[in-house]
């Protein structure tokens, strides 16, 4: 799965002022992925706000993201739940043509045991036909998935990889070390990318590297060939924004700066909501300065 190393972004579903998906502005945020060295799209995860997308805005966003594209960057679909024959049908029913692999998040709210984490995702395992890349988001799900069980994951032939979103770089660095050379640790934590692909990691699954897209790409293309000063000085430069896009929610934070940028609107969905006007005015001046 060597496209797969470097640099993927979760991709943002845009809506216009009326809580419409706003497909135009979703293109111009794929062309500015593709002409600004981004090595993968990763498609209706959470950044995308998949959980209050109707399964016909699924189906047009993916359209979409697919025109806009148009076959230059490799594209992995979230597909995930806490329901596990939910996520098995969807898997055997889905039509996934044009994409690589699937990232299938660790059941969230049912909190499962370690044993129960395996037994799911050896079903989603056996039902896809494709690659699949677990997800371990225990923020989100409230449940850590240990190194142990993505060492007994990894033993699945189609189980490629996991994006590692803990924040732990310890236990990042365990599955590393433990799991086989060719299986891919991707950090899904912005503020850890650099460290973790320098210790070994394949990369990130990056919200920030939506918006700031060379210079993020280049740090992990710098970490991937051992350049650790080049890639950290790229790290400082960005860090202070990585902490204010997340500061009062993701995307939330991100849409603010793609609108700053000229991407995309800055509404979500609700339960989610914009991010408030002192947050908004920081990243304004951060986005202006790092510009000029």
């Given at each position: 799965?060597?496209?797969?190393?470097?640099?993927?972004?979760?991709?943002?579903?845009?809506?216009?002022?009326?809580?419409?998906?706003?497909?135009?502005?979703l293109?111009?945020?794929?062309?500015h992925?593709?002409?600004?060295g981004i090595?993968y799209?990763?498609?209706?995860?959470?950044?995308?706000?998949?959980?209050?997308?109707?399964k016909?805005?699924?189906?047009e966003v993916?359209q979409t993201?697919k025109?806009?594209?148009?076959?230059?960057?490799?594209?992995?679909?979230?597909v995930?739940?806490?329901?596990?024959?939910?996520?098995?049908?969807e898997l055997?029913t889905?039509?996934?043509s044009?994409?690589t692999a699937?990232?299938?998040?660790?059941?969230?709210?049912?909190?499962?045991?370690?044993e129960?984490i395996y037994?799911?995702?050896?079903a989603?395992?056996e039902a896809?036909?494709?690659?699949?890349?677990?997800?371990?988001?225990?923020?989100?799900?409230?449940?850590?998935m240990?190194?142990?069980t993505?060492v007994?994951l990894?033993?699945?032939?189609?189980?490629?990889?996991?994006?590692e979103a803990?924040?732990?770089?310890v236990?990042?660095m365990?599955m590393i070390?433990?799991?086989p050379?060719?299986f891919?640790?991707i950090?899904?934590?912005?503020?850890?990318?650099n460290?973790?692909?320098?210790?070994g990691?394949a990369?990130v699954?990056?919200?920030?590297?939506?918006?700031?897209?060379?210079?993020?790409?280049?740090?992990?293309?710098?970490?991937?060939?051992?350049?650790?000063?080049e890639s950290?000085?790229?790290?400082?430069k960005i860090?202070?924004?990585?902490d204010?896009i997340?500061e009062?929610?993701?995307?939330?934070?991100i849409?603010?700066?793609?609108?700053?940028l000229?991407l995309?609107?800055?509404?979500?969905?609700l339960?989610?909501?914009k991010?408030?006007?002192?947050?908004?005015d920081?990243?304004?001046?951060?986005?202006?300065?790092?510009?000029?």
């Open positions: 799965m060597q496209e797969l190393i470097g640099t993927g972004v979760a991709l943002v579903t845009p809506f216009n002022a009326q809580g419409v998906v706003d497909h135009d502005a293109t111009k945020v794929v062309h992925q593709v002409e600004n090595d799209l990763v498609v209706l995860g959470t950044t995308g706000e998949s959980v209050t997308l109707t016909q805005e699924k189906q993916i993201i025109i806009a594209n148009s076959d230059r960057l490799p594209m992995v679909i979230g995930g739940g806490n329901d596990t024959a939910v996520v098995v049908n055997k889905s039509d996934l044009g994409f699937i990232l299938s998040v660790s059941p969230s709210y049912n909190k499962p045991s370690q129960g037994q799911h995702f050896k989603v395992s896809s036909p494709l690659p699949v890349i677990l997800y371990n988001v225990p923020g989100r799900t409230a449940s850590n240990s190194v142990e993505v007994r990894a033993a699945f032939d189609n189980v490629v990889g996991i994006k803990a924040g732990d770089l236990q990042a365990k070390q433990y799991t050379k060719d891919l640790v950090s899904g934590d912005d503020m850890i990318a460290a973790m692909t320098l210790a990691g990369g699954i990056s919200v920030i590297g939506q918006a700031i897209a060379q210079d993020f790409s280049d740090m992990i293309r710098y970490a991937l060939n051992g350049d650790v000063g950290y000085e790229l790290h400082y860090a202070a924004s990585i204010m997340f009062q929610g993701n995307p939330a934070g849409k603010s700066l793609l609108n700053h000229g995309c609107s800055n509404e979500v969905r339960p989610l909501v991010i408030d006007d002192n947050l908004n920081r990243l304004k001046t951060f986005i202006d300065q790092y510009e000029n």
